[in-house]
Each structure stands twice: as C-alpha cells, then as structure tokens.
C-alpha cells in the first residue's frame, strides 16, 4: 500500500498513476492520513509539503515519533525546494521536485520501496 | 520597489502551479489507454483555461486605468449563474460542491460585467481550494443596506487575521502568502478587491470558526428601479 497525500486532487491523481502497478491511497490531508496508518500500515508514503491544515513538516514530526511509524519510508513530494536539507532523521528517503519531476521517478521509488515492504511483510 | 518585486514573485509562485500540474499531466498521457488520456486532455485544457484566466484577470489589472471597461447595469444573477454553471464541473470533480441562493429582488448593479464575473470566480474558486472534502459552498445574492451583495461561504482553515483586516479596510494592497491556505498567494483575493474597488463596489469577509464568507457589494443601478 502507498499513502499518497497532496491536496491538489489533479497531482494526486498523476502519482497515484505512476504507481498504477500499486494499491494506493490517497489523502488530502495530514490529518486524514494519520487517522488512516493504523489500520493500514504504508510500505510508502509520498508526501506534499505545502498542505491545508497541518502541513508536511508536521506530519514527518508526527510519523518520527511512534516506533512503528518511524520506519516508513517518506518521498516528498514538493516545489519546495529542499534539495540541500537531510530530513533522513524524518524517514525521508528521497525528495522530488514538482516542477521537473518524471512519473518513471516515481515508479523507480514505488518499486524499491512499496516491493521491499511486501518482502519484509511475506517473511 | 521591493514590495513590487515581492507582488511578482507571489503570483509568479500561484501561477507556476497549473504549469507544473499541466506538465505532470501531459507526461501521464504516455502512462494512459486511450480512454483515460482523453480525460487527461480534459484536464489539461480545464487547468490551462483557469491559468490563462488568472493571466488574463492580471493583465486587466494593468489596463483598469486605461479606462477600458465601462460600468453598465449588469444583471447580477446572470453573471452569477454564468459562474456558477462554470465552475460546478470543477467542484464535483474534487468532491465539493456549489450552490447558488438568492433571495434580491433581481435588480441590476452598475457594474462592469467582465470584472465582476472575475470577482465572482475568484471568490468561489478560494472557497473551492480552501473548503474541506465534501462539503458545500455557497454563492448568495442578496439585497444588503441598499446596495446588492454576492457572497461566497466557504468551510475551511480560518482566514488568516491579517488578510482579514486587509479585507475589512475593503482593499488588499498587494497578493499575500496566506500559510494557512496554503497553494494559494491570495491572487484570487488580490484580483477580486483590486476588480472591486474600480467598479465602486465594496469587499469584505467575515471569518467563521468553520469557514469564510468572501463578499462584494455592489451600488443598485437606478435603472433596474424602473423595472423593479
């Protein structure tokens, strides 16, 4: 399963595309997505910055700090940009960049991370 | 100056927006069957024409002191309805919706038809970015202390305090970033007081603890007392 949260529904809707080979899920919100982990844990999460309510930074901060949620790897997803700040300590395992990203990078990173999470899952 | 520079680089972040949104989607055309890139180009089209309008509400702003949009009674409802019949796709597709209620007694405004039509958009646009998931906003037309006054609620993040004095001297100066609201400088805002105060009409907002309500209010044309 991969979290998608961005709240432009058109963007949404790109990247859930990429990761058409994947179950997804998408929220517009932080706050929504954080209601949803429990019941259905992400093998990846690609994450906007710039969201209504509290924003990504938030969530990072709030995925950090439980055990289980800590592990999930996070791509952000943002025209921010963020290229020179380490946010690994976040979970953050790769940024990319609205404005000259390619759907085949967001493939790339549902297929290393979204299938390691299978793996991990099967064992 | 500086402030100038700041203006152009608020609207410039709003506007690259839709170029990124229409970029992404143009590469997930090669992702699609020929059945879904068709709705791929609808978006295309829809996300390049709400582009092209925000340039086109911007280049106005450059020509309002040429004088170049006459001040005429408008029939209020129709330029409503107009943006309404517009903009209903765009609210069902990201699971919103909007309403249109009035209770005046049809009467036309002096106005300009063309600036108020963009007011209107960019008031029922805000609330369509800013209102949460599934709920309703509300465009109204009603008769207010002797002047016409078309709102727009939405149920959102607050408005943030400083737009909303902005807004309750009835003038935004110049595009805000409004954090709060985040994926927007207050273009829309900006567009619509700037539109409004040509025309003589008056903005305002009242901020609800669930929500905004964004208006403008428009002098009575004493024509429509003929016929009202």
Partial sequence: MIYIIEDDKIMAECIAKACKDYETKIFSNAIEAMANIDQNMPGLIFLDILLSGPDGFTFLNELASYSDTAKIPVVIISSLNLKDQDLSEYGVVGKLNKDTMYPKEITAYAKRFADQSLHSSSH | ?228
């Fill in chain 2, 1 to 228: 100056m500086e402030s100038e520079v700041s203006s152009i680089l608020i609207a410039a972040h709003e506007l690259k927006a839709p170029m990124s949104l229409i970029r992404q989607l143009a590469l997930s055309l090669d992702l699609e069957n020929q059945d879904a890139n068709s709705h791929v180009r609808s978006q295309i089209i829809d996300v390049s024409e709400r582009a092209i309008k925000q340039v086109n509400d911007l280049t106005k702003i450059a020509h309002l002191e040429d004088g170049l949009f006459k001040m005429e009674p408008v029939s209020v409802r129709g330029v409503c309805d107009d943006v309404v019949a517009e903009l209903k796709h765009l609210f069902r597709f990201n699971n919103r919706e909007l309403n249109i209620r009035y209770t005046n007694q049809s009467r036309l405004v002096i106005a300009n038809s063309d600036l108020l039509h963009s007011v209107v958009y960019n008031f029922c646009l805000n609330a369509m970015h800013y209102s949460d998931q599934e709920t309703l906003s509300e465009l109204t037309v009603q008769d207010h202390n002797g002047r016409v006054r078309v709102g727009v609620r939405d149920f959102g993040p607050a408005l943030p305090m400083d737009v909303w004095r902005e807004m309750k001297r009835g003038w935004i100066e110049k595009p805000v970033s409004i954090a709060m609201r985040p994926g927007s400088s207050g273009l829309g805002l900006y567009i619509a007081s700037t539109f409004s105060r040509y025309m003589n009409a008056e903005v305002g907002a009242v901020r609800h603890r669930d929500g905004t309500s964004f208006f403008v209010e428009l002098p009575i044309s004493k024509q429509a007392s003929l016929f009202g």
